[in-house]
C-alpha cells in the first residue's frame, strides 16, 4: 500500500512536497519525490514496505537508464510469474519488488502490460523516451485503489487521495449539485464524478494517456459473462474450490506479518480457512464487536460469537476487538480521510478494527468483493420477490401487505426478547419489496439501492434546489451499466451494476481509505482475477438458487466451516448506528442539522430535515442512515468547502475521537 501523487505540464516542488507529505499516512516507511528535467512533470510517493523491505524498493523507481518512472500504490499477486517471463526476455532486475515488474513489462509489452496484471494497483507511469514524454495513469479491474485527478487548463493533477490534490491553488472546491443528488439517494457518489465539481476518478479497469497537454481515457477489461452449458454442478464446485485455495495461497504473499478480517460470516469465513491451510502457523484473526448497550437496536452479536465459533474451529489466533467509541469524535476524522462524504457506518468499524490490528499486523485479508462476484446480496432474492409481485393485481398485493406492515412494528412489545433492530429492518425490507412492485425490474433494483422515493428525495430540498436539479436522475449511471450488459440474464445484469457501482464507490472506498488511515493494506482474495473470470462463466441458477445466495460458493466450501456459519443468513458488516443516532449523536444531531446551518446550506428544507430527526427519534420512522448521511455531509461541508488549511489539524475544531478498545 502507498500514496501517489503528481502533475503533468508544470511542476512545482513545495507544492509536490506537501501533495506527497498528506498521504503520510498511507506509506510511513519511505518518501519520494521526482521531477522530470524539462520541468513538466513530478511524481510523489509515500510508501508502506509489504514485498522487499530494502531500499531497493523505493519509489518513484526508473529503468536502467532513467527513461522510465513509475509511482505505484498497491500489490501485483503474479509478479513472480511475469518477473520469470520478463527474465527469458533478458530483463535483469535490481530488487524483489512488483514495482520494478511494471516497469520492465511496460518496457516489454506497452499498455498490454495492464491486461496481464492480476492485483490491486493505482499506478503513474513516466515515458521520456520520446519528446514530449507521455504519463500513463491506470487502475485496477475493480477500483480498489482509488485515482483522483483534475484538469487546469491543458495541465493535470493526480493523487490517491483527493485533500492532497486541494494543495494546490489552482484546483477550485465546489459542489457538484448532480453528485449531491446522488449521493442522498445511495450515500456514496457513483463514479467518475465525485462531490467536488472539477474533480474526477478514474473509472477501475481504465487508463489515461496524457501527452503535451492532450489526453484520452480508455477501457482495458470489462467484465463479460459467457456462462458454460452441459456442466456438472459438482465438477464445477470442486473447481471453483480449488480456484479459492490459489487465489488466498496467492494473497498471502508479505514480508510483514499478516492477517484475516473475520466477520463469522461466509466469505471472510471461507478466506480464514483457506488461509490457515496455507499458513505453517497459526492464523491471527480479527473480528470487531461492540457493547451490548449499543446494539440492543441493531442485529445482535452473531457476528462476534460465529467468529469465535470459526476461530475455535480453525484454530486460529484470535482477537476480539470490543470498541466503545466516541462516535462524535471520530466522524470528522472518518471524513477527513474519506475524503468524500461516504455515509455508511462500516467505514468506522473498519478504521476500529485496522487501527487496533496495525499494532500486529500490516496486511488483513478482506472478504469484500463476495457479494458481488458470488450473488450474496437479498437485493438478488429480492428480484424475484419482486416479479412475483408485480404480476398480481395491485389491490391483491397492497391489501393484505399494508396489513402485515401496519403489524410488523408492534411485534417488538408483544414479543419479549425480540430485537427491535431486526423489526426495523423487516418492516423496511418489506416496505421496499411493496414499492417496489409497482416499478420495472431495473427500477426495482435502483430503489432498491437507493433510501428514498424519487418524491421523497425531491421533498427534501429548496425550492432553489429543486430548480437546478429538475432533470437529475439519481440512477443515471446504473441504468448506463444495465444498458452495458443487455445481452446477459437479470441476475448477471444486477452483479455487474453492482461491481461497478457499490464495490467500488462504497465498499471498496472506505475499506482502502479507512485501512489506509491506520497504515494497514486490506486484501480483497475474492476478487482475484481467476475468481471473476470463472464465475462470469457460472450459469446463474448456480448462483442463486430459489431464494439461496451464493449456492455454489456455499456447496464449493461446505467441508471447510461449521453448518450454522455456511446457513447463516446475510448480515451486513456495519456499526450501531440507530443507537448512535439517538442517543449518543443526540447533540451532536441537534447542532449540526439545526434549523439554522440547514438554512445557511441552501440544499434542504429546514422544516423536513427536522420532521425527519422527529421521526426517526419518536419511532414512526428508521431514517437513521438518512440523518447520517445529512451529518457526514455537513462534516465534510465544514472540512473541506468551508475551509481547508492541509498545514493543521483537519479535527481542530472538533473534539478528538476516543476509541476503547479491548481484545478478548
Not at 520494478?100 to 503513474?124: C, P, S, T
Not at 488461509?275 to 442485529?299: C, F, K, V
Not at 439519481?474 to 461491481?499: E, I, K, P, S, T
Amino acid at each position: 500500500m502507498c500514496g501517489i501523487c503528481g502533475t503533468a505540464g508544470f511542476v512545482r516542488r513545495d507544492l509536490l512536497e506537501q501533495m506527497t507529505d498528506l498521504m503520510t499516512h498511507r506509506g510511513p516507511d519511505d518518501r519520494g519525490v521526482f521531477i522530470s528535467r524539462d520541468g513538466m512533470f513530478g511524481l510523489g510517493n509515500r510508501r508502506l514496505s509489504i514485498i522487499d523491505l530494502s531500499s531497493a524498493g523505493h519509489m518513484p523507481m526508473s529503468n536502467e537508464d532513467g527513461s522510465i518512472w513509475i509511482s505505484y500504490n498497491g500489490e501485483i499477486y503474479n509478479f513472480p510469474s511475469l518477473r520469470s517471463e520478463l527474465q527469458g526476455f533478458g530483463h535483469q532486475f535490481r530488487s524483489h519488488t512488483d514495482s520494478e515488474v511494471l516497469l520492465h513489462g511496460y518496457e516489454q509489452w506497452g499498455i498490454d502490460l495492464l491486461k496481464r496484471l492480476n492485483g490491486m494497483f493505482a499506478l503513474a507511469l513516466l515515458d521520456t523516451r520520446e519528446r514530449p514524454g507521455r504519463l500513463l495513469l491506470a487502475r485496477d479491474r475493480f477500483g480498489i485503489k482509488p485515482l483522483y485527478y483534475t484538469r487546469i487548463g491543458d495541465r493535470l493533477v493526480f493523487a490517491s487521495e483527493i485533500k492532497s490534490m486541494l494543495v494546490l491553488p489552482e484546483v477550485r472546491r465546489e459542489i457538484d449539485l448532480d453528485s449531491l443528488h446522488r449521493y442522498l439517494a445511495f450515500l456514496w457518489v457513483p463514479g467518475p464524478e465525485t462531490m467536488f465539481k472539477h474533480i474526477s476518478k478514474l473509472p477501475p479497469a481504465h487508463y489515461m494517456q496524457w501527452r503535451d497537454g492532450q489526453f484520452s481515457i480508455r477501457p482495458y477489461w470489462d467484465l463479460r459473462f459467457e456462462p458454460e452449458t452441459a456442466i456438472d454442478e459438482r465438477e464445477l464446485a470442486g473447481r471453483l474450490r480449488h480456484i479459492l485455495a490459489r487465489s488466498v495461497e496467492r494473497q498471502m504473499i508479505s514480508d510483514v506479518p499478516l492477517g484475516v478480517f473475520l466477520s463469522g460470516g461466509l466469505d471472510s469465513s471461507t478466506i480464514a480457512a483457506l488461509a490457515a491451510r496455507a499458513s505453517s502457523e497459526p492464523l491471527n484473526t480479527y473480528t470487531i464487536a461492540y457493547r451490548s448497550q449499543d446494539s440492543d437496536l441493531e442485529q445482535s452479536d452473531e457476528d462476534a460469537a460465529a467468529a469465535r465459533e470459526v476461530s475455535r474451529h480453525l484454530h486460529s489466533n484470535h482477537h476480539e476487538i470490543v470498541v466503545a467509541p466516541d462516535v462524535a469524535g471520530l466522524l470528522p476524522q472518518i471524513v477527513w480521510h474519506l475524503d468524500e462524504p461516504v455515509a455508511d457506518a462500516a467505514a468506522i468499524s473498519t478504521f476500529l478494527i485496522c487501527s487496533a490490528a496495525g499494532s500486529q499486523i500490516k496486511v488483513l485479508l478482506s472478504g469484500q468483493g463476495g457479494d458481488e462476484i458470488f450473488a450474496g446480496y437479498r437485493l438478488y432474492t429480492m428480484a424475484r420477490l419482486s416479479n412475483i409481485l408485480h404480476r398480481l393485481p395491485k389491490a391483491l398485493r397492497n391489501g393484505p401487505a399494508t396489513s402485515v406492515l401496519d403489524f410488523i412494528p408492534r411485534i417488538k412489545d408483544c414479543i419479549p426478547g425480540v430485537r427491535p433492530g431486526l423489526v426495523l429492518a423487516s418492516h423496511r425490507y418489506l416496505s421496499k419489496l411493496l414499492a417496489s412492485a409497482e416499478l420495472e425490474k431495473k427500477e426495482r433494483f435502483v430503489f432498491g439501492r437507493s433510501y428514498y422515493t424519487d418524491a421523497q428525495q425531491i421533498d427534501l430540498y429548496t425550492q432553489d434546489a429543486r430548480s437546478s436539479l429538475a432533470s437529475s436522475v439519481a440512477g443515471d449511471r446504473h441504468f448506463a451499466y444495465f444498458n452495458d450488459v443487455q445481452y446477459a440474464g437479470f441476475l448477471n445484469q444486477m452483479l455487474y451494476v453492482d461491481v461497478k457501482t457499490f464495490l467500488p464507490e462504497l465498499n471498496l472506498t472506505y475499506s482502502d481509505k479507512l485501512s489506509s488511515a491506520a497504515s494497514v493494506e486490506v486484501r480483497v482474495p475474492l476478487l482475484d482475477n481467476e475468481i471473476v473470470d470463472f464465475m462470469a462463466r457460472v450459469p446463474e441458477e448456480l448462483k442463486v438458487r430459489g431464494f439461496r445466495t451464493k449456492y455454489l460458493m456455499r456447496k464449493s466450501v461446505q467441508d471447510l466451516l461449521p453448518p450454522r456459519v455456511l446457513q447463516r443468513r446475510k448480515a451486513g458488516f456495519g456499526a450501531p448506528i440507530r443507537a448512535w443516532i439517538r442517543r449518543d449523536l443526540r447533540e451532536f444531531v441537534e447542532d449540526l442539522l439545526s434549523s439554522k446551518n440547514i438554512q445557511q446550506r441552501g440544499y434542504f428544507d429546514p422544516q423536513r430535515v427536522r420532521r425527519l430527526v422527529a421521526d426517526d427519534r419518536e419511532g414512526r420512522a428508521d431514517n437513521s442512515y438518512r440523518i447520517w448521511a445529512l451529518l457526514t455531509l455537513e462534516v465534510w461541508h465544514r472540512t473541506f468547502m468551508d475551509t481547508f488549511k492541509p498545514e493543521q489539524s483537519a479535527f481542530q475544531n472538533y473534539e478528538t475521537s476516543g476509541a476503547n478498545t479491548a481484545n478478548r
